[in-house]
Nanobody
Framework: QVQLVESGGGLVQAGGSLRLSCAAS????????KGWFRQAPGKEREFVAA???????????YYADSVKGRFTISRDIAKNTVYLQMNSLKPEDTAVYYC???????????????WGQGTQVTVSS
């Protein structure tokens, strides 16, 4: 069983930065793909970023077009934690952000097995 706990959300002005953290418990977390999704009021949950281990020390990172160049996903294996560094935030980035772990396709929410409770990010204009 894997449990995920997000933190780091908050209120920030447009152009500002936040770093989200996702702390995981469970031995299988290391081997699972990790992703960040977000959901704004009245909208479907959408993919933000993902990181996948491809063997050895090689990882692949994926980003939604809307955040490419502004957001960075990373992981700290020793701390069993995944991060989402968000820079140059825009009001349209306002949403509840969820971290997830699973072995399916990186941008398909339904293929993730484990989810955190979410953390609110609000960007004011």
């Amino acid at each position: 069983q894997v449990q995920l706990v997000e933190s780091g959300g908050g209120l920030v002005q447009a152009g500002g930065s936040l770093r989200l953290s996702c702390a995981a418990s469970g031995r299988t977390f290391t081997s699972l793909g990790k992703g960040w999704f977000r959901q704004a009021p009245g909208k479907e949950r959408e993919f933000v970023a993902a990181i996948r281990w491809s063997g050895g020390s090689t990882y692949y990172k994926y980003y939604a077009d809307s955040v490419k160049g502004r957001f960075t996903i990373s992981r700290d294996i020793a701390k069993n934690t995944v991060y989402l560094q968000m820079n140059s935030l825009k009001p349209e980035d306002t949403a509840v952000y969820y971290c997830a772990a699973g072995s399916g396709h990186y941008d398909r929410a339904r293929e993730y097995n484990y989810w955190g409770q979410g953390t609110q990010v609000t960007v004011s204009s």
